[in-house]
């Protein structure tokens, strides 16, 4: 059955580092894969989107990796702060899908001042 | 602009009753999404409408669940003889297209089932 693994494991990083993220998945063939942002009582919210053609993607701080040879992604956030302090999640998609996504159960990430 | 609204934000019903969730997606979005997470789990996608008609349903774990969008905006997801085990945050998210593309997630509806 298809699986997607995030470490569920909190990740405790000092402000200024950068926190790494991972995302693998098995019986999956995604066409693309997003990552969220979720705080606390709050619904997702979209931080970026890379395509299985894409090797790479980076917006402000933040960066993604994406290899299908490996199935799986790498989530980095540079010069971290203790606003980064969220939950991660990964979300993949297939062609023809209609956009539907299939969520991993995320991690948590502590950036301590 | 006006982003993704859910209502209630915070349901709590008994065990066997019948209870409706709303979603208000952003105007002019024609894609929408339903999503179920439990604590500590991910969303799991439960339906989602391109325009009015449900594109895919088979996220629904049962026929307990039913959803509609009859006027390819506001959705309605409806869970009869609620369980116990419906208790979770229902989570809505609507696109601009069922393209590829980002999704835009409301608050959640926090459903608590005694």
């Known amino acids: 059955s298809q699986k997607i693994e995030q470490n569920s494991e909190a990740l405790n990083i000092q402000e200024g580092k950068t926190a790494t993220l991972t995302c693998n998945y098995t019986n999956y063939s995604p066409a693309y894969l997003q990552w969220y942002r979720q705080d606390p009582g709050r619904g997702p919210v979209f931080l970026l989107l890379i395509r299985e053609n894409e090797k790479e993607k980076r917006k402000e701080r933040l960066k993604v990796t994406f290899d299908t040879t490996l199935k799986q992604s790498l989530f980095h956030i540079t010069a971290s702060q203790p606003a980064d302090s969220a939950t991660y999640l990964c979300?993949?998609?297939?062609?023809?899908?209609?956009?539907?996504?299939?969520f991993g159960g995320g991690t948590r990430l502590m950036v301590k001042p | 602009g006006a982003g993704v609204s859910q209502t209630p934000s915070n349901k709590v019903t008994e065990k066997g009753k019948y209870v409706e969730l709303r979603c208000d997606p952003i105007?002019?979005?024609?894609?929408l999404y339903w999503y179920r997470q439990s604590l500590g789990q991910g969303p799991e996608f439960l339906i989602y409408?391109?325009?009015?008609?449900?594109?895919?349903d088979s996220g629904l774990p049962n026929d307990r669940f039913f959803a509609v969008r009859p006027e390819g905006s506001v959705s309605t997801l409806k869970i009869q003889r609620t369980e116990r085990g419906d208790s979770a945050v229902y989570l809505c998210a609507s696109s601009r297209t069922a393209g590829i593309n980002e999704q835009f997630f409301g608050p959640g509806t926090r459903l608590t089932v005694l």
């Open positions: 105007s002019g979005h024609t894609a």
């Open positions: 409408f391109q325009g009015t008609g449900a594109a895919d």
């Open positions: 979300a993949l998609g297939r062609d023809n899908a209609g956009n539907m996504l299939t």
